[in-house]
DNA sequence: GTTAGCACTCATTAATCTTGAGTGCTAATT
DNA sequence: AATTAGCACTCAAGATTAATGAGTGCTAAC
């Protein structure tokens, strides 16, 4: 199944091309192009036999071609041209990382809106894994008789805040002791195994020096119980409806209602290893996805894997920019990050 | 202008009708429906009526009628039918407030999700305006050399925390001296007076105790230099998508991009008094609103208005019901913000 | 191996027709 | 005087048809 090299150029203007139009390519306009000089009735005899290969397809039998998924997968494996960041992009994505105060959460948003901005698709990013952080403090602050707030910081400077209500017959020197020995025994622990520690190793101790034990170990048992997952920031939603792949409204409300299911999203992104990955159409797994791709990649500290960052767009996706585009993100992401958070 | 008690009812049931079909209505069907024994030609003269005093309009000479905003602005003002609220959707509402532990953005998105569920409509929640709430304590906690994490407080359980370089030649004694003195002194100070106050008040007091006096007070005053935005929440964005009055892909972007613009939407949402509010199409001043709706609630503690929840919708809402929620909604988020916070 | 030429296909657009729900008006009825 | 039946008229929406043109496959000549 090896393409020859005009096959090969052929593809790829095809597959440009209708990246660029969104219409099905014919073979008259492709005798025209500049670096082509074939007779429209030979590029159509080669379009025949791409056709046949698979690579490429008709919409009905009388109209141009249009690259199938598996044109696509073969460009992005094998004809991506690769690079054509302008020096304007690249210095909007460093304008993300401009100020010196980090809230990361916003960061991460900028990130997003970012992208979506550049590219007209819409993207996705997914939030640290928080629940793998190790706990740094816990402290205690009372509001009012009845109301205090708990806060929960990590290595990594994340800040997690529980309001609850005081158990009412509690001392404040309780208190104070029970935070000092959460301290001074859950310091170092990653947050998901907090609730586990904390019968194992704390229980204990408490009993020994404070008054009201029972009650104490089942209100701060219940703070820890958070279930905390990955936050998802989304940005350019709505660059989908301007793609004219999606100008049917049954299929722009499926894919709304899909990309609104938070934890599918999530799943998605979350599980993929270190790098670039491209997945398109089918791959996805999803009839509503049958007509995207969804590019993803991720972002560090150090050598550990923190978040992604996703695309997503229609099959017909500018897949060159895009990657280039996510590969900068990601590496900044990580160069950042790396140099805030690595001499724990 | 005043009307009959025939033509309110015959207005009545349009409107009624209309709201559920989102079909213009004839003379024919009006006279068919129970509690109406007239004739298609009577009726058809009391809508001449109705239309010459604005309260209903044709889409084509010959077609049925459809209430205009008039005649909406009217309904709501005069025809609402008041309750139709099931014990289903109480104790849904009821449910947003079932956990202990209060994370309060976790309530306040849980409220805009259940509404958008319950009324198929987009819901939208203005969080609490936390700058004007006053700074309860304020804690840095330092992650590593280079780095530390400040956290504030309010007295309303509110936590901002934000990353930062610690200045490299700092002392830890001088660092935890400052914070005192911001302690001793801010407390009780709203938010957004922050960054005025530290430099009125605490400068001069950082001058006598503190070495590295200047960079300590530049770092704190970058800290709380915080433009504290309310937060917004949505749900059900892409319902808009399944309204009949949508099915226009040009109406839909420009809506979902208006949506999205989320400074604007805020403004609109926050400048409300107290109380339920009713806008019905132009009465948004948007062109791009004026086949919506919006109807706004607020959410209290004691006295003191706190956020906001809003419904946006068609202009063909059903508005007795949705009012009937965010009444329900308003009056439980303050029933129980008011207790968790009342006693400070 | 490449190209010109020709018959054929089919999406798209515009033009025309049909149908039916609904109106306004007038004259008859209550 | 209010109500209703009857009739002519209007117009959106859907179906049908026709015209256009971009594009193809195939064959025969170069």
Known sequence: MLLTDRQLLILQVIVDDFIRSAQPVGSRSLSKKDGISLSSATIRNEMADLEELGFIEKTHTSSGRVPSEKGYRYYVDHLLSPQDLTQHDISIIQSIFAEKIFEFEKIIQRSASILSELTNYTSIVLGPAVSVNKLKKIQIIPLNKETAVAIFVTDTGHVENRLFSLPPSVHAGDLEKTVNILNDRLNGVPLEDLNDKIYKEVAMLLRQHIHNYDLMLHTFAQLLKMPITEKLFFAGKTNMLSQPEFHDL???????????????????????????????????????????????????????????????????????????????????????????????
């Open 250 to 344: 049954t299929k722009i409300r499926d894919l709304m209602t899909m990309i609104d299911q938070e934890e599918w999203i999530s799943n998605i992104i979350r599980n993929n290893s270190k790098g670039i990955h491209v997945k398109i159409g089918s791959e996805n797994n999803n009839k509503i996805m049958d007509d995207c791709s969804l590019i993803t990649a991720t972002y560090s500290v150090g050598e550990e894997k923190l978040g992604s960052i996703a695309i997503l767009g229609p099959t017909r996706m500018e897949y060159s920019r895009v990657i280039s585009l996510l590969q900068l993100l990601s590496k900044d992401l990580t160069a950042v990050l790396t140099k805030l958070y690595q001499n724990n």
